[in-house]
């Protein structure tokens, strides 16, 4: 089996239980080209599927063992791609960071705490704010020209009022990579006001520009305390569908809490299989994943030229990571209601809402561009068609 990158493989994903794919339907209502969820349509590594292969062959699948050899893999992944060097026992294993940022929020917050989130923002940090009935402290981020950057002032004001911060880092939808100096202008922010940190890094491998890399917040000195790390091999290698998380926590006694609310709820735990992809993916995916990146990378740069010449009215800033772009329909000169049945009714192309992301997120639709130039050329095509090329 070839081992490198290759983006012209794109499998049939439709009767593969693929939410992106099959769940089309349920999700739009009309059978659309789906550039929404954020997975990929690419295979996961070889040396991911080779390694789930092998132990698929064993006919037992029993509970697994989590052993130190996993840990061992991520922190070398980590020294390697981030020069970070984590203590294994501030290492933990659960089912993925969606379940961790609501058990964060159950357990280290009370009933009257305010917890803030930076809007536009992936949707599960504030509905587990709102699912725990704690107050939702929004903080906008500031957008100019389809570049977004935090209102310290505003963040300030609102610091008193809260007990936990919830940080998308890199930040998903609007693509920033948050500089080192925002970084520890946040985590001094925090420290002052006694504000826990929770910071998903789910898209952090995924960095396009080795000067503008993307930093682990709880790499940053003083992060020893009040801080929780979380990150995945999932976006990095395609297994989302697996559902493992790690968390990285110094803090001994948030630590203790923290793990202590996973076994509670049934999360301190992983997939057998998730077991094995992950720790293969942590060993032998560097390779395969600098061509991924590599591949993101000018697909975002090629996507801002074909956008602008398939539909000049909705203006597009490429991404400093992943594969996500945040569109600005603004142009278009339509409500957001009529915005989303125009993409699905008239496009027949399938993407996320960018009203699904919080307050900031009006007039936006975000597309997943990874998958193969063959479907990018046609969704483009049919948004032409939609909304016109003049």
């Not at 107050?135 to 008193?160: C, F, K, Q, T």
Request: aromatic content about 10%; glycine content about 10%.
């Amino acid at each position: 089996m070839p081992h490198g990158f290759d983006p012209a493989v794109t499998p049939e994903r439709l009767g593969t239980a693929s939410l992106k794919w099959d769940g089309r339907k349920a999700r739009f209502g009309a059978d659309v080209l789906p550039l929404w969820v954020a997975d990929m349509d690419f295979p996961a590594p070889p040396c991911i599927v080779e390694a789930l292969q092998q132990r698929a062959a064993h006919p037992v699948y029993g509970y697994p063992f989590f052993d130190a050899e996993l840990k061992r893999a991520v922190l070398g992944w980590y020294e390697r791609w981030r020069g970070w060097r984590v203590d294994e026992a501030h290492v933990g294993v659960l089912r993925g960071v969606v379940p961790a940022l609501y058990a964060a929020v159950q357990t280290l917050t009370g009933p009257e705490d305010g917890v803030i989130v930076m809007t536009p923002v992936y949707p599960h940090l504030f509905k587990a704010v709102e699912a725990h009935g704690r107050r939702l402290l929004v903080n906008p981020l500031l957008e100019e020209g389809g570049e977004y950057r935090i209102d310290w002032a505003h963040l300030e004001s609102l610091m008193p009022q809260a007990r936990m911060l919830l940080l998308c880092s890199p930040h998903n939808p609007v693509g920033r990579i948050w500089t080192q100096d925002e970084l520890i202008r946040l985590l001094a922010l925090a420290r002052r006001h006694g504000v826990i940190i929770v910071s998903d890094e789910v898209h952090g491998d995924l960095s396009f520009d080795a000067a503008k890399r993307h930093r682990p917040f709880g790499s940053l000195p003083g992060a020893e305390r009040g801080v929780i790390t979380l990150v995945s091999a999932g976006k990095s290698f395609n297994i989302a569908g697996l559902e493992l998380a790690v968390s990285v926590i110094a803090d001994t006694g948030l630590r203790e809490r923290f793990d202590e609310a996973l076994r509670i709820g049934g999360l301190a735990h992983a997939n057998l299989f998730a077991l094995v992809g992950a720790e293969a993916g942590w060993r032998g995916g560097d390779a395969w994943l600098r061509e991924l990146v590599a591949y993101l990378a000018d697909t975002a740069q090629w996507l801002r030229g074909a956008l602008a010449e398939a539909v000049p009215a909705i203006r597009y800033r490429p991404p400093e990571f992943g594969y996500l772009a945040w569109l600005d329909c603004r142009g278009l000169g339509l409500d957001d209601a009529t915005l989303q049945r125009r993409m699905v009714q008239n496009a027949r192309v399938g993407l996320n809402p960018g009203t699904d992301f919080g307050p900031g997120g009006e007039g936006f639709m975000r597309l997943n561009f990874a998958t193969s130039r063959a479907v990018l050329e046609s969704a483009l095509e049919r948004l032409a068609g939609a909304f016109g090329a003049g």
